[in-house]
């Protein structure tokens, strides 16, 4: 089956404490995104990769890194600079710009 | 700026009735568009796309959408809503020449029995 894996569904972590969102797709899919949901809101782009060894920043990449070594993974990274860290996290793909994004389940992270 | 809105927060409509989610937009020129659904707690899927040609998109879930140029809308319509369709729903829109997409706030739709 093709598709989108985030993984944990549920992540909890102390203040102060990095913690890093994993994000696999089978899709063969050059681009990959982070999105950030807060309740009630709609999806604020985080980071995003269009191509291998690449990437750039979105609207709210403050807090946060990436890194793209491999076509298929696109960790993220919630650093204890973020101020806000508690969320919903989905990480999404496409074949290229211009073309839809297929969504993954999503992590959501509390942060106590 | 490129924008995309939804006015209505949220939407409640009985079973067996008839649907029409609201999305505009606001670009230089017609952008790709997607309606997107999200139950709770999960990620979103891709309900249907409009990159050119027929007005009148198809899509999956019984769910179409009509794109007017002249009202800069893409609303999204079901003629029979059926409880499991209570979800939120994003409109998004994408210029399709590198930049990225932009969601509306989303609307949540209620099912009533």
């Known amino acids: 089956d093709g598709g989108i894996t985030q993984s944990p569904k549920y992540l909890f972590r102390k203040e102060g404490q990095n913690v890093t969102l994993s994000c696999e797709q089978n899709?063969?899919?050059?681009?990959m995104y982070w999105y950030r949901q807060d309740p009630g809101q709609g999806l604020r782009l985080i980071y995003y990769s269009q191509i291998v060894n690449d990437f750039q920043k979105g609207d709210i990449a403050e807090g946060y890194s990436v890194s793209r070594e491999k076509k298929e993974s696109f960790p993220l990274t919630v650093t204890s600079a973020q101020k806000n860290p508690t969320a919903f996290y989905l990480c999404?793909?496409?074949?290229?710009?211009?073309?839809?994004?297929?969504f993954g389940p999503g992590t959501r992270l509390t942060v106590t | 700026a490129q924008s995309v809105t939804q006015p209505d927060i949220h939407i409640t409509v009985s079973e067996g009735a008839s649907l029409e989610l609201r999305c505009n937009y606001s670009?230089?020129?017609?952008?790709?568009l997607f309606w997107y659904v999200q139950s709770p707690g999960q990620g979103l899927q891709l309900l249907l796309k409009y990159f050119s040609g027929d007005t009148l998109v198809q899509g999956i879930k019984g769910f179409e959408a009509e794109f007017k140029r002249s009202q800069s809308s893409f609303n999204l319509r079901k003629p029979s809503v059926h409880w499991s369709d209570a979800a939120e729903y994003f409109c998004a829109a994408q210029k399709g020449n590198g930049q990225n997409f932009v969601f509306g706030p989303g609307t949540r739709l209620s099912v009533l029995p």
């Open positions: 999404a793909s496409s074949a290229g710009t211009g073309r839809e994004q297929y």
């Open positions: 670009y230089g020129a017609t952008p790709y």
């Open positions: 899709l063969n899919h050059d681009a």
